[in-house]
């Protein structure tokens, strides 16, 4: 059959819509939100492309709105995730054989649908799914997961194109494998293009996957599914199950054709798998890749050189935007105390304009975070500061779940930079703020480094660029993402690959080269075109 060697359509980032009043994807979103809403969702399982149904069926609720219905969803067990494995096995010979500019083609289609037809039903599953403003989805669900297709396509092709070099009447050459077995991804409630993201990126190596979503998350998961199936992924390539965290462990890590794990979750449930294994490590036919973003307890450091009004709108932005549901929120921040005041005045200001509801009112900044128990969780750390000596409330900390789980944007005010809302993850609309001597700068940046087992993204706000120098280079593990005059959070694919290290995960950058590498088992192939017909060596002939 005809051969060429492809180039691929450039990857560019997908342009972002704003949703101003007045606009077309403001009236196309808001029919979609009207639609869905309208509706109760059956969602089944996809396993060997086939739609399944249990009997065990569980109700999704908008967590803003915890009256109304989407839909539900079916429960499996585990013989489905047995199911699920054995249909990615079997799909697996086929789909590694593939030509990779047809499983290009596959991705680059799915692209297209998201950025296209699909744009505003991904857009206005995540709103409702997961409570997020248009502005939120928009760059998540839509923009980023375009984003993450077209530039892993992009790396794809590199990957395949880098070679090495040959000797005189030698060829060398590289084949980059999919992995011996099956793919598990196991995907979060916060990003819907992380979702879509994790199972995608293996497949498009020619892996074969078993993908589990959050159980928050399916409604959008459902949408996701649906275009991968109509971009052509072929049945069983991608299996989508909703079994338990606990049931699909069991059969996925004791299961001798386990061959890589893609997450992006708590750093509890990373290192506990993680355990596991490594305690089933015998049983496999390969060592199986591991690659994980987990927690931050993500950082800004002020110095008393910044401009307090980019201070407090980081601040306020990177806290609170999806009501700090991000792994990049800032949940900590370190501001000299000669500025203090004129930063709060300002944070003061904005958050008395910020409004708080459901997404489907477009002037709302913040809307519910995703349960029951995220809710009372941050109600607990929140009631904890009120009543802590080294603490204080100083902005928001009300919350109210009698119509949905909301929490105000809150900001904590302590005296011990070691309080234990500086150190652990919340995931929630909390910001704890330690204002320090501007005579120990030097010591908080240590204080900082030192704080939290993380270490996934922070920033620095400061003019001074000697200042900007030393804190870059003070902090060189501290975040595996740094900013300097930017708020912590916002990465764009092809642009600020995303990753961290220490307790944040294994640091493979999602969106980038790095990842995509992880998928692949390269096997070197060595062609002698005259090869010697003699065993000896010129060193031993004879003088």
Known sequence: MPKGIFQVPPAKNEPVLTYAPGTNERTELKKQLEAFRAVEMDIPMIIAGEEVRTDQKVSIHPPHELKHCLGHYHQGDEAHVHQAIDAALNARPKWAGMAWEHRASIFLKAADLIAGPYRQKINAATMLGQSKTAFQAEIDSACEFADFLRFNVQYMTQIYGDQPSSAKGIWDRVEYRPLEGFVFALTPFNFTSIAGNLPSAPAMMGNVVVWKPSKTAIYSANILMQVFREAGVPDGVINLVFASGPVVAREVFDHPEFAGFHFTGSTEVFQSIWKTIGENIQRYKTYPRIVGETGG??????????????????????????????????????????????????????????????????????????????????????????????????????????????????????????????????????????????????????????????????????????????????????????????????????????????????????????????????RTIKENFVPPTDFKYPFMDAE
């Not at 050189?305 to 949940?331: H, I, L, N, P």
């Not at 204080?447 to 804190?471: C, H, M």
Request: charged share 25%; aromatic share 10%.
């Open 297 to 522: 307890k993500d950082f800004i450091i002020a110095h008393k050189s910044c401009d307090a009004k980019a201070v407090a709108t980081g601040m306020v932005r990177g806290a609170f935007e999806y009501q700090g549901q991000k792994c990049s929120a800032a949940s900590r921040a370190y501001i000299p105390a000669s500025r203090w005041d004129e930063i709060h005045s300002e944070i003061k200001k904005q958050l008395g304009e910020l409004k708080m509801g459901p997404p489907e009112d477009f002037t709302n900044f913040m809307n519910a975070v995703i349960d029951e128990a995220s809710f009372n969780k941050l109600e607990g750390a929140i009631k904890e500061a009120e009543n802590h000596p080294d603490a204080k409330v100083i902005e928001g900390g009300g919350c109210d779940k009698s119509v949905g789980y909301f929490i105000e944007p809150t900001i904590i005010l302590t005296t011990d930079p070691m309080y234990r809302t500086m150190q652990e993850e919340l995931f929630g609309p909390v910001l704890t703020v330690y204002v320090y001597d501007d005579m120990k700068f030097d010591e908080t940046l240590t204080v900082l480094d030192k704080t939290s087992i993380y270490a996934l993204t922070g920033a620095v706000f400061a003019q001074d660029r000697y200042v900007i120098e030393k804190v870059t280079k003070r902090l060189v593990n501290a975040a595996g993402n740094f900013y300097i005059n930017d708020k912590p959070t916002g990465a764009v694919v092809g642009q600020q690959p995303f990753g961290g290290a220490r307790g944040s995960g294994t640091n493979d950058k999602a969106g980038s080269l790095i990842n995509m590498m992880r998928w692949v088992s390269p």
